[in-house]
């Protein structure tokens, strides 16, 4: 039995990821490698198989039931199935009917961090929607390591931002580095960023020295990130020390106080966030479903309303208004909509007033909508005046004590996942309180909702997190 077990999981755009990663893959003794790469329940499994050997340096084997991993060698969970490793093997099994695509990665991810706790190694290439999330998740609960494919080399980035969105990723490369990541595993220690700031300071401290930094970002720029979650503040800080050459965060402290410019760059950083155009597709089309009925039950002239909290550079803005546009054709009855999106970073709001974006951003986009609702300049493609006059961009602070509404639907994703429980209950709170009766609440697929927002809140559709207003 290998040491090591490394799951890899990939969807769209995974085929030429995998080609790019299996190469610079070689055989060590320690490590087994196991794919759960998506595929069509009648995906052509052997001829997917035999493409990859083109490619390893070990050989690629179709997986069978109950089959013993061994070291040196790659394995491909078949079309139709979901694998979990127990105990040196690994096991077929049939997809639960909550399993949208498969393979399942979070099925083979949560199995690995069960059987090889902090042996276990899951890697997340290209992909869309968030497949992978709950699985790192797990690994990282067992100690274990997950490395993602970065966005710029990512046919598809939701699988992987989805990832390192929650703060679960401790490497982010292309293929190739990825590769060298788990080459190294052997030839160096790798160390956990969390933990890197400075040999001497163990995590309490790290959390004491971070609160300082946290109110002098408050003082200068009014946003307050206390209640945000400091593993995920502390893996976006550990880059920029690096950057700047620095020790420890009491050093990165000390230059915060010396370099005020320094406090609203941090401020960007703390709020980058990935996004583009119905991400998620296959919740975006089930959420449609339900928009519709409400459309339905409107009279010519009402309104409906859409707050988008934590909009960032604005395409879940206009895709909600597109979705919107179209549910309008097709019930021929013209509604009053608004589509309303908030956001603290100014940089991400004037891209999202410009409605300018460029062409990766829609990936997941039917190609009609593209045609209907964009014109395309020399290098990019901006958003029609029809879909633009019905949204709307400000700078504000969720948080805050703004009040809103009515609204028909909040669509709030991956924001919870920065945010401590206290502020999770909160910010669900003020959402109840902004929604008409009825009103739909839509998350982001690794979000959930606390027992105290269940109580407020009632779950419509588990899969895509979708829920009403009680």
């Known amino acids: 039995m290998s040491k090591y077990i490394v799951g890899i999981g990939a969807s769209a755009g995974g085929l030429?990821?995998?080609?790019?990663?299996?190469?610079?893959?070689?055989?060590?003794?320690?490590?087994?490698?196991?794919?759960?790469?998506?595929?069509?329940?009648?995906?052509?499994?052997?001829?997917?198989?035999?493409?990859?050997?083109?490619?390893?340096?070990?050989?690629?084997?179709l997986v069978v039931d109950a089959q013993m991993l061994l070291p040196n060698y790659i394995y491909l969970i078949p079309a139709g199935s979901?694998?979990?490793?127990?105990?040196g093997k690994i096991h077929l099994q049939e997809p639960s009917p909550?399993?949208?695509s498969t393979p399942s990665v979070n099925v083979l991810f949560q199995s690995i961090a069960q059987s090889y706790q902090e042996y276990g190694i899951g890697v997340v290439l290209s992909g869309t929607g968030s497949?992978?999330?709950l699985g790192c998740r797990a690994i990282k609960q067992s100690k274990g390591l997950v490395l993602a494919q970065d966005l710029?080399?990512?046919?598809?980035?939701?699988m992987p931002s989805s990832a390192i969105e929650a703060g679960l990723v401790d490497h982010i490369s292309d293929p190739k580095g990825i590769a060298e990541v788990l080459a190294n595993k052997?030839?160096?220690?790798?160390?956990?960023?969390?933990?890197s700031f400075s040999k001497t300071e163990n995590q309490t401290n790290d959390d004491d020295n971070l609160l300082p930094i946290l109110?002098?970002?408050?003082?200068?720029?009014?946003?307050?990130?206390?209640?945000?979650?400091?593993?995920?503040?502390?893996?976006?800080?550990?880059?920029?020390?690096?950057d700047l050459k620095l020790s420890s965060l009491p050093a990165y402290y000390d230059y915060l106080r010396r370099y005020e410019d320094e406090i609203f760059h941090l401020q960007q950083l703390f709020l980058v966030s990935f996004s583009s155009f119905f991400r998620d597709a296959e919740s975006f089309e089930v959420l449609g479903q339900y928009l519709f009925e409400i459309m339905d039950k409107k009279n010519e002239g009402e309104s409906i309303n859409i707050w988008v909290p934590g909009c960032a550079s604005g395409e879940e803005v206009y895709t909600l208004a597109i979705t919107l546009a179209e549910i309008q054709i097709k019930l021929e009855k013209k509604l009053s909509i608004s589509v309303r999106g908030t956001d603290l970073n100014p940089i991400a709001l004037a891209q999202a007033n410009s409605g300018i974006y460029p062409l990766k951003a829609f990936k997941e986009m039917k190609p009609q909508l593209?045609?209907?609702?964009?014109?395309?300049?020399?290098?990019?493609?901006?958003?029609?005046?029809?879909?633009?006059?019905?949204?709307?961009?400000?700078?504000?602070?969720?948080?805050?004590?703004?009040?809103?509404?009515?609204?028909?639907?909040?669509?709030?994703r991956n924001l919870l996942i920065y945010l401590k429980g206290p502020l999770q209950d909160q910010l669900i709170t003020k959402f109840h309180q902004a929604l008409v009766p009825g009103g739909l609440l839509f998350l982001g697929q690794s979000e959930t909702l606390s027992p105290t927002s269940n109580a407020i809140f009632k779950q419509v559709d588990l899969t895509h997190r979708l829920y009403v207003r009680r």
Do not use: W
């Open 16 to 61: 030429e990821a995998l080609f790019a990663l299996l190469p610079h893959l070689h055989p060590n003794g320690y490590m087994t490698y196991v794919i759960a790469q998506h595929m069509a329940h009648d995906g052509h499994s052997d001829l997917m198989q035999k493409l990859l050997n083109r490619y390893a340096n070990m050989d690629v084997q």
């Open 82 to 87: 979901d694998g979990i490793v127990i105990d």
């Open 98 to 100: 909550g399993h949208v």
């Open 131 to 133: 497949d992978g999330t």
């Open 152 to 158: 710029s080399s990512a046919g598809f980035n939701g």
């Open 186 to 195: 052997f030839s160096a220690p790798i160390t956990n960023p969390i933990l």
């Open 215 to 242: 109110n002098l970002v408050l003082q200068k720029t009014g946003i307050n990130f206390i209640g945000y979650k400091t593993e995920t503040l502390r893996r976006r800080l550990v880059t920029r020390i690096a």
């Open 370 to 412: 593209f045609e209907r609702y964009f014109e395309r300049t020399a290098d990019s493609y901006v958003v029609g005046e029809v879909i633009k006059s019905i949204c709307q961009f400000e700078k504000n602070n969720v948080l805050g004590q703004h009040e809103i509404g009515p609204i028909n639907l909040v669509s709030c």
